[in-house]
């Protein structure tokens, strides 16, 4: 969640000194959403209650009872025939607005589920002229993104960001299935506390597939979990939104579980400003941005100045995430642990930031990635679908389900992890092989790209970052699948190393200008770093899919695609330079 934003001027002299050369930006498009805050902590992941959960309600289509046929003989076909019986709405959401009890379980029959009597509802009365008449209106320096995005027209001439009380007045403005657990908006509370706490939406079928949710782009959001504390969501297919297939929000208690988020505009899975949340086994592909966004996960530890964490808000494993711009994306993705994952054929298999304003937690500390694979991280979906014009054409009409991606955001081709301005990050014990550009890549952010501006924290990014036990160019079989480059690194921060990595080509290959020493005897010391290696980088940062100029923002080589890397690769100080954009 986030968006490009033009510097001030103010900021783009400031810039044009680092750089020593004439910063120039270009506009601002993406969604709107509310300010949001962290929950209070006090939550707990929640736990599946089963098929023979006591609370329940029935969800099937006209064609469930034949899919349920079809089912081999055994106890999940007879549950699903017992469930059938019980079967009183043919709308996801209908259930969800019969729920009375607290933990109730909507049990979803195999079948396909486009929720009809909500994706073709249009706003009315209230929530037709909420624009202009919202009595809890958004102020525009409230907003998490840009104001000036471009909107569909589905949307009316209404705003695509609205406060919670205008969620609750008006649910499907911008969800096709909305979970809204605070019955009382108008206070400071951002605690569930009605009767859809800990619903479970439960797809019943042998595997995700048996149950779809198709959006077809009718709504922004497919499914929105906003304040709605112990929510779990399992087992079904979601797709074809604008924005997120399933969107949780302020949020404390989630479990995302054997889902498949597919062929949507921008994300999979996003999780926003929220904590004690499960992302597993999820199988995400075909995004714009990225499968999975753990973005502004709860700041547990802003505190901390080691990667020593009290505990994870999030975590996210036994994952697959594919055929994405981005495998898994987060600004200010702070205390997330990412393990037993895959990351591969993207653009760029993993990046975290601290880009973009309005997120609360900036900047980004104390993420996780250990013992995933990430692998093979070379899509170049701009050359694929935005130079072709696949992707000027109406949403619909983009061939999403066929496999066109279309990148929100900009990004480095070819690179197994990016840490973009992130502080006390962990990336160990990982399998980084055949990403064409960079194994790894670490740059600094200037604090004004997030609208600080205080000068005490113009170099507040890349610091105590720490890369260690990798394997680098080998494949968990031991085939040798180069790098690029292994390392890649601007030279800013104190306290970053590198070290007891195994590279396809005996000791990994880097750009370091000064070696940053040992991880306990302190790490690197040099503040700042190099600016001419960041030149490239401040123009690629101001990538716009929709704009012809900066859809390939001058002097930005990220969306070229690199060659394939060879066992004689460049090393020293400027080693992958050009490869990075200048």
Not at 336 to 362: Q, R
């Amino acid at each position: 969640m986030r968006t490009t934003r033009s510097f001030l001027a103010m900021f783009a002299l400031l810039l044009a000194a680092i750089v020593g050369s004439t910063l120039v930006v270009s506009p601002a498009s993406a969604h709107e959403e509310r300010e949001a805050g962290f929950p209070d902590g006090k939550g707990t992941v929640p736990k599946y209650l089963g098929l023979s959960n006591s609370r329940y309600k029935v969800v099937c289509t006209s064609s469930s009872k034949k899919l349920i046929a079809k089912m081999p003989k055994g106890s999940l076909r007879t549950r699903n025939q017992q469930l059938l019986k019980s079967c009183r709405h043919r709308s996801i959401q209908d259930a969800v607005n019969a729920i009375t009890k607290t933990k109730t379980s909507v049990y979803i029959l195999p079948g396909t589920y486009t929720e009809s009597k909500y994706a073709n509802s249009k706003p009315t009365g209230y929530c037709g002229s909420i624009k202009t008449a919202s009595k809890d209106p958004i102020d525009t320096g409230q907003y998490i993104g840009s104001l000036t995005g471009e909107q569909s027209p589905e949307y009316g001439d209404g705003p695509v960001a609205l406060s919670y009380p205008d969620q609750v007045r008006c649910p499907h403005n911008l969800n096709l299935i909305a979970l809204l657990g605070d019955k009382t908006p108008q206070d400071s509370s951002i605690q569930c506390n009605n009767a859809l706490c800990g619903t479970q939406l439960i797809g019943t079928g042998r595997r995700p597939s048996d149950v779809l949710i198709d959006n077809k782009f009718s709504k922004l959001n497919a499914i929105r979990a906003d304040r709605v504390g112990g929510v779990y969501l399992r087992n079904f297919t979601v797709q074809q939104a604008e924005f997120n297939a399933i969107y949780v929000l302020e949020t404390d208690g989630f479990t995302i579980d054997k889902i498949v988020a597919r062929a949507n505009d921008e994300y999979g899975i996003l999780a926003f400003a929220s904590d004690h949340g499960l992302i597993k086994d999820v199988d995400a592909y075909y995004n714009g941005d990225s499968g999975i966004y753990p973005g502004s996960a709860s700041d547990l530890n802003a505190d901390s100045t080691t990667t020593e964490v009290k505990r994870y808000a999030v975590e996210i494993r036994d994952s697959r995430s594919h055929d994405n711009t981005l495998g898994y994306s987060g600004t200010a993705g702070n205390s997330v642990y990412a393990h037993g994952n895959k990351f591969y054929d993207n653009a760029t298999g993993i990046a975290t930031d601290s880009l973009f304003p309005g997120h609360p937690g900036l900047p980004q500390d104390h993420a996780r990635w250990s013992r995933n694979e990430i692998f093979s991280n070379n899509e170049n979906y701009s050359t694929k679908y935005v130079d072709t014009g696949i992707c000027a054409k109406p949403m619909k009409e983009r061939g999403y389900m066929n496999g066109t991606v279309c990148p929100v955001v900009p990004t480095p081709v070819g690179t197994g992890v990016l840490i973009a301005g992130g502080n006390f990050n962990m990336t160990d014990n990982n399998h980084i092989y055949d990403n064409w550009r960079f194994g790894t890549m670490q740059i600094w952010v200037p604090a004004p790209l997030r609208d600080e501006y205080d000068p005490e924290k113009l170099f507040d990014t890349s610091h105590g970052n720490q890369v260690f036990g990798n394997k680098l160019g080998i494949t968990p079989s031991g085939k040798i699948a180069h790098n690029g480059l292994d390392h890649w690194w601007d030279d800013q921060g104190v306290g970053n190393c590198w070290e007891k990595n195994t590279s396809s080509r005996g000791t990994p290959t880097n750009n370091f200008v000064i070696d940053p020493g040992p991880c306990a005897g302190g790490g690197s010391k040099l503040v700042p770093g190099l600016a001419v290696k960041d030149a490239g980088f401040l123009t690629c940062s101001q990538y716009d899919r929709s704009d012809p100029v900066w859809k390939h923002p001058p002097q930005c080589q990220w969306f070229d695609s690199p060659s394939k890397p060879t066992s004689t690769a460049e090393n020293g100080p400027f080693a992958g330079l050009f490869r990075l954009g200048s």
